[in-house]
């Protein structure tokens, strides 16, 4: 294959893969800014110190991808013009990017199982909803009302653990006032029953959650309330967390992947034009004469004509 038809093939594939580069690196951007910028997963992290680290790996790989944004841009660029030096500036950049987003990729790796630890094995979502839900329009009420109802879940590990809870002495409390009749022990917050949403801003309506159909009778079987969420929130909170990690650190692998093979590319290209004979002008008026007289004197330098690139 001759250089001109190599540089071709390579020029080709190293414009298909940037482009490929360049449409990842925008996802990559793009779903990690959103996460940051989502309500939700926000509100969600406020309920320990623990969950903070999960916005590092967002940060690293919004920086990625801004950083593959723009230099993909000068990849394209670099290839399409066969400029060396501009290639070698795609080159250098991705290969640092690559070294990120293997570490962004690990990190999330390791704090995918260390998020499991914290939450799926501790005891963090079950001592927070103890002790700080009140019921009242303050936060961490606001925030587990909104954890129960969007992950259809209740309590930390169980709905039962609002028995226990501080939620549950201020509603006994609050119910009963003349100890007039005797509240149900087994009641939990309207957010713990798929029909919060009908209920949560209706006025003047009479309506609780409860964890069974009936009052609790001691020893016997009481049947659950079918209208309860059944899941503990540390649970859904695991799952939740785990969802969006995955789908980031699989963008993140197909995107390294893609980095290497334009690193390869990229390299192999710049190896060729640097051993590319580049013809001066003298030598360009000496083989035209050659070629008009039919002389039979060979070329000067290795030119025979063909197409040369800066």
Known sequence: M?????LFCLKSSLVVFIVFLWLFGAILFGVPLWLLLDYWSNEYLLVDQELQRYLIILYVLIVVGAIILIFGIVGLIGALTTNKGVLIVFVVMISFVSVMT???FVFGFIYREDLKDTIGRGEIITH?????YTGERDRP??????????LNCCGGEHFTDYTQSNWMSLASNSDNPDNSESPRKDQTPLSCCNDYERYQNA????YN??????????????EVNPKIHRTGCKHALVDFFDNYIGVVVGIAVTLLTLQLICVIIGSILIHILRNLFVPQPDDIVYDMARKQEKSPYPSRGGYS???YYN
């Open 2 to 6: 001759r250089t001109d038809q190599k």
């Open 102 to 104: 293997a570490g962004g």
């Open 128 to 132: 927070y909803i103890r002790e700080k």
């Open 141 to 150: 009420t606001q925030i587990i009302d909104l954890m129960q109802s969007e």
């Open 203 to 206: 006025q003047g309506t009479n």
């Open 209 to 222: 959650c409860y964890m069974y159909k009936g009052p609790v009778t001691e020893g016997s079987k009481n």
């Open 305 to 307: 004509g063909g197409t």
